[in-house]
């Protein structure tokens, strides 16, 4: 049984915008998200591209959901489509954090993602009173000067707050949770991988060890958990208990950040050659990102999704390394001897390729038969520092003029959609 008052009890909430891109159009437009079947489009000119966002009318009515298809969407006079702004959205995504900024300091705010903030309301009650009145005036708030709607999850950490917002405020607008709800609200959730921060792979791995609820994982043996899953069993342990210690502006789940990227090919690839060329773009802009945070990573994951021309499917494979590295090259050797390996032939549509297990790249040990290694992070650091004084295209590698090439086109989008 665990002892809550041993715990930082707070007044945490977690703002998520309703179908953000497609609330930031109806806001451009003067139309109602509530009422408009309204959806977002990577690029309305092609027939295979994917719906970034679509709102509630749209979902309900006629089913349309993020990553449908748009040739999936019906012929109706009632829809409207858009292509993203991506440049707007971030503007929006900018505004609401400096009007969260108006009822709480800024180290009280954790920008989540660009729809999705939490905020530590504890210690305001003086100047806006009870907790979750404020963050209703914060909502109407948000609603009167930027035209877009939110849910709401509170809890007294982080976590509890999110797991209040993903498992009830999406259907009811709010919902508060507390320690007291961990058994009633939390431990019956089942499957496991509906519990945030729980992977389909370490739900596997959960379920093989006859843990199916949450209520069993917190339940379950902490001692088994961590020769099991090392620090992360301790952590699944107290996040089935409501207990999570993250600090506002610290990753809330320690031991997955990670660097990577993902991209939708505009056509299929057929040659492996060709898919090498995407690779090498791919990390080196990784390896650009690890450099920057003085980071290194041993885990190298390549995932590979094949065209509906070849049936679909694809797959995912890593590759862990003896030594940390953010030598673009040696990541992208990596990814090259996974791509060999499993690559069956089929045309390639999309590519994932991402870097784990960091540590501070001082940490790097120093190899005695790599006498390079020093001559190519310097190398490294000059190509960063042009691209960073001159744009992205003021060095190029020469695979990037060929037609595989994507990194030209890819540098005037935001986001990977269009500005």
């Not at 703002?15 to 609330?23: E, K, L, N």
């Not at 499957?191 to 339940?219: C, Y």
């Amino acid at each position: 049984m665990i002892d809550y008052g041993k715990f930082p009890n707070r007044h945490i909430a977690c703002i998520d915008m309703v179908s953000f891109y497609a609330s930031c159009m109806a806001s451009w437009y003067s139309l109602d998200v509530q009422k408009v079947p309204i959806a977002v489009v990577g690029n309305l000119e092609r027939k295979g591209s994917v719906v970034l966002a679509a709102s509630p009318p749209m979902k309900k009515r006629f089913r349309v959901k993020t990553g449908s298809r748009l040739y999936e969407i019906p012929q109706h006079p009632d829809i409207r489509l858009f292509n993203p702004k991506m440049s707007y959205f971030l503007e929006m995504s900018m505004a609401i954090t400096c009007l969260l900024h108006k009822y709480v300091p800024a180290e009280a705010i954790h920008v989540y993602s660009v729809d999705e903030s939490f905020i530590d309301l504890t210690g305001t009650e003086k100047l806006w009173g009870d907790p979750v009145q404020t963050v209703k005036v914060i909502q109407q708030e948000i609603v009167a000067t930027l035209g877009l709607p939110s849910t709401v999850g509170m809890g007294p950490n982080m976590l509890m707050a999110k797991l209040a917002l993903d498992l009830e405020a999406k259907d009811t607008g709010f919902a508060k949770w507390t320690f007291e709800d961990v058994a009633g609200k939390l431990w019956p959730i089942s499957p496991l991988s509906e519990m945030w921060g729980i992977g389909r792979q370490t739900e596997k791995n959960l379920n093989n060890m006859g843990i199916f609820s949450v209520g069993d994982l917190a339940n379950a043996d902490l001692q088994r958990l961590e020769k099991k899953f090392g620090v992360m069993g301790n952590q699944l342990f107290h996040h089935a208990w409501g207990i999570d210690l993250s600090k506002m502006g610290a990753p809330i789940l320690e031991g997955q950040v990670s660097y990577g990227k993902s991209q939708i090919l505009m056509r299929d690839y057929n040659l492996r050659e060709e898919v090498n060329v995407v690779l090498l773009e791919m990390c080196e802009d990784i390896a650009r990102r690890v450099r920057e945070e003085y980071k290194a990573g041993r885990t190298i994951s390549l995932g590979i999704g094949y065209s509906k021309n070849a049936f679909g499917g694809g797959f995912r494979r890593s590759r862990t390394i003896v030594e940390a590295t953010n030598d673009t090259m040696k990541i992208y050797n990596v990814c090259k001897e996974l791509l060999n390996e499993n690559h069956g032939n089929q045309a390639v549509r999309q590519v994932t390729v991402s870097i784990t297990k960091l540590e501070d790249e001082r940490s790097m040990q120093l190899s005695l038969f790599d006498t390079k290694k020093w001559q190519v992070r310097k190398l490294g650091t000059t190509m960063d520092t042009i691209r960073t004084r001159y744009g992205d295209n003021a060095i190029l590698r020469a695979v990037s003029l060929t037609n595989a090439g994507t990194s030209i086109k890819r540098s005037t989008l935001v986001g990977g959609h269009q500005g």
